[in-house]
């Protein structure tokens, strides 16, 4: 690789700087050395023209489920890192709820040891934040931060014990790593399978109400106050919790949220025919609450996109829409979607989607030098050609698995380079 | 006589719909046709059975999933009058409990020929991932708390064998409502046929937006029922209890059981259904369930000729003239 390469002629997009502009980007040794205006190209062993493309930070994806230790047959840390780059995310953030469970030292020190050798995108562990996702004993926290954990979240299943959530999140000030919780209040969605709405009734399938997440945001947000700590809500998904989230922040609390494109773009109608790449966890929500969550995602309220990658196999999939796996991969279909449904209609602002992509969840995880091209950062950059017109196809795909409802799906944009530490990938062929 | 059956093949030749996995994709008209088709089969003899043979060699599974003595035992009827292959697939426990998957038992019962699949199944819209995976064409007996198409087409035969006809008429379903696919079935298809319903029972059996599956919604089962014309009890299962969906038995029967005293509000021409198998004493008193006004053991006999209506439309309609 290239110990220097220029960017040149882009649309430098960078909020972190509250840069929009034409300008060369120049990347030196793995660092930033120059942003906005223009350099000169004779001093870099590489030029990568870009006019007509948007230079943006290194895109962050701070929810994957990576399968790796025990679910290797759905993703692998080396097949994952290959699907986010090619995505257009130079890193990513993984989920605690592998087999076994990242609750000590060695499994985020094991998580980090396969991202360094898979090389791509960097891979950031999040830990367990009780031992086991028990929801009992909370994890040996700073310990797990000391070896690399950047967040902590039982993530799959809410902490479901309100007294262990004010436990993690006060004994979290002295960690100084984010608690993000998974929002459901387990008694509500037993045996739930979609959505409680009209077409749960009439497809005589057991219903997750939206109380059933409200309850649980609302909660975290009391303890939050009561604690004084940050709290990131995962994958939210319904209006009253926008609306929860939108108050909390009027009143200064420490509150962030994440969303994901399909609670962006999907309701659940899709589910009219028991199609099992539409089951996840939250489950698709009504018409309005997709608006709710794209109108407090352009404001704001909502921070950060995150996919909530979930790779499953054929064999999870192929069922009963009650016996199928929740989830669907994300990371090769997150910003060509995101873009096409919501920035090219100009219902999100090209400064919103690359503040959600990159400054956002790269501060809420305390990444340091990430989500910003300010001389001296990290040299990750993400370049997105606004232009291209392609069509997704799940078969291309780098993921070990193929559960994306938006195969087949015409979408406008794309990643075209990633560069991760000045590392230079050509996203459409990894 | 003749005549007869060549109106059942020229209704099967008009029919649009590969599978039968609800009545949700039915229009007014494919109800109506089916129930048409049902009381000529109905009127068949044994002798014009044996003599048009309507499906002989055809390949007919019975995929039960679930626990059915009825159903299964009235489509396995209604397969062999029509002189089918008739196949029992039935299975304790699911695919995935097997180590299959849905698509791999399909994909077996197209490998040993099978033409048309009766599935039943607990999960909701398991015959529509069936049909994805399967050439052959799918009736559904019925899925989770989804569909039961068959069972509303023989309560619709039923009632119109009673009254003549069902527009105009009011339909009363009382008891456990969410987890009915016989009551969701019920209410589509009385619906579609220009009847009215009102759904009854507590709120907590009543499931959530209820009112957009366009029936009428009642907590108070005295109140309605002077105004039913027709009065469809539904099982009421001990399990609701212990799982804390109502507080005890004892207040439901107070409220929502129909016994001798209760009766006595309803119109002396009101006819009670229940699609079995019943528990007496419970949401029915056995006075009830033997008096005149119950139509239960017409059910059962109807659903014979539905079935053999509903297997031999389906299949004559996509296979054109063989069969």
């Not at chain 1, 997105?384 to 997704?392: A, N």
């Not at chain 2, 949700?24 to 003599?51: G, K, P, Y």
């Not at chain 2, 062999?80 to 994909?107: H, Q, V, Y």
Request: proline residues 4%; glycine residues 8%; aromatic residues 6%.
């Amino acid at each position: 690789m290239s110990e220097s390469v220029l960017f040149q002629g882009g649309r430098i997009i960078d909020p972190s700087q509250g840069i929009d502009a034409a300008g060369d980007l120049g990347i030196r040794d793995g660092r930033v050395e120059h942003c906005g205006g223009s350099a000169d190209a004779s001093k870099y062993d590489t030029v990568v023209p870009v006019s007509g493309c948007w230079v943006a930070p290194g895109f962050v994806d701070m929810h994957v489920h990576f399968r790796e230790p025990g679910q290797e047959q759905k993703e692998t840390i080396a097949t994952g890192v290959r699907a986010a780059v090619a995505g257009g995310y130079s890193s990513v953030a993984c989920m605690a709820n592998t087999i076994p469970v990242i609750d000590q030292e060695s499994l985020v020190r094991f998580v980090l040891e396969r991202g360094r050798a898979a090389g791509y995108a960097n891979v950031f562990p999040i830990g367990a934040i009780t031992v086991g996702l028990q929801g009992k004993q909370l994890t040996e926290m700073d310990l797990l931060a000391k070896a690399g954990a950047v967040a902590f979240s039982d993530d799959g299943i809410p902490v479901w014990d309100d007294n262990i959530m004010r436990l993690a999140l006060d004994y979290s000030k002295m960690v100084g790593k984010v608690i993000i919780d998974h929002c459901e209040a387990p008694e509500l969605t037993k045996g739930s399978v979609m959505n409680e709405s009209p077409m749960s009734t009439r497809l005589g399938l057991k219903g997750w109400p939206t109380s059933a997440e409200d309850i649980m945001v609302y909660r975290n947000i009391a303890l939050c106050e009561t604690t004084g700590a940050p709290v990131h809500i995962a994958h939210l998904s319904t209006a009253e919790s926008v609306r929860l989230v939108r108050d909390a922040k009027e009143r200064g609390l420490p509150v962030t949220a994440e969303v994901t494109p399909h609670h962006l773009l999907l309701d659940d109608s899709e589910l009219w025919n028991y199609d099992s790449n539409y089951r996840m966890n939250p489950p698709l929500r009504s018409k309005e609450d997709v608006e709710a969550c794209i109108a407090g995602l352009a404001d704001g309220t909502i921070d950060a996109i995150a996919s909530d990658h979930a790779p499953h196999t054929l064999e999870d999939k192929e069922n009963e829409l009650g016996c199928c796996a929740n989830g669907i991969i994300g990371l090769e279909t997150s910003v060509p979607v995101v873009f096409t449904d919501l920035v090219a209609k100009g219902k999100l602002s090209a400064e919103r989607f690359v503040d959600a992509s990159t400054v956002k969840p790269a501060r809420i995880l305390g990444l340091e030098g990430r989500g910003t091209l300010e001389v001296g950062a990290h040299g990750d950059v993400t370049v997105l050609d606004p232009g291209v017109e392609w069509k997704i196809d799940a078969e291309q795909m780098h993921s070990l698995s193929h559960n994306c409802p938006f195969n087949g799906m015409s979408v406008t944009g794309r990643a075209r380079h990633v560069a991760v530490s000045g590392n230079v990938y050509d996203c459409t062929s990894i | 006589m003749s005549d007869r059956w060549e109106r059942i093949q020229e209704r099967a030749g008009g029919w649009k719909h590969r599978n039968l996995l609800g009545i949700q994709e039915l229009t007014a008209d494919d109800i109506s046709l089916l129930l048409d088709q049902a009381a000529d089969f109905r009127d068949m003899t044994d002798e014009d059975l044996a003599t048009h043979k309507p499906m002989s060699s055809v390949t007919v599974f019975n995929f039960f999933v679930e626990n059915s003595t009825r159903t299964k035992t009235s489509f396995s009827l209604a397969a062999r009058r029509l002189g089918a292959n008739l196949i029992d697939f039935s299975s304790a426990g699911s695919s995935l409990s097997k180590g299959e998957t849905l698509a791999d038992t399909a994909r077996v019962m197209e490998a040993y020929g099978a033409q048309l699949v009766v599935i039943r199944h607990r999960e909701s819209g398991a015959p529509h991932v069936l049909s994805r995976f399967l050439n052959a064409q799918i009736l559904n007996a019925g899925d989770g708390w989804h569909e039961h198409p068959t069972q509303a087409l023989l309560d619709l035969l039923t009632i119109r064998d009673a009254k003549g006809s069902l527009k105009g008429l009011r339909v009363g379903i009382i008891g456990d409502i969410v987890h009915s696919r016989v009551a969701r079935s019920n209410i589509d298809a009385l619906t579609k046929v220009g009847a009215s319903v009102v759904i009854c029972g507590p709120p907590t059996l009543i499931p959530p937006y209820a009112e957009s599956l366009g029936a009428e919604i009642s907590y108070d089962f005295d109140a309605v029922l002077p105004s039913l014309d027709v009065i469809m009890m539904l099982r009421m299962q001990k399990e609701r209890q212990e799982s804390g969906l109502i507080p005890s038995i004892r207040e439901y029967r107070k409220r929502f059981a129909l016994d001798a005293v209760r009766i006595q509000r309803a119109k002396d021409d009101a006819i009670v259904l229940h699609p079995g198998p019943v528990n007496r004493g419970l949401e029915i008193s056995g006075a009830i369930a033997d008096s005149d006004r119950s139509v239960a053991l017409r059910q059962v006999t109807n659903g014979i000729p539905v079935r053999m209506a509903a297997l031999y439309t389906i299949f004559k309609s996509q296979s054109g003239g063989e069969g």
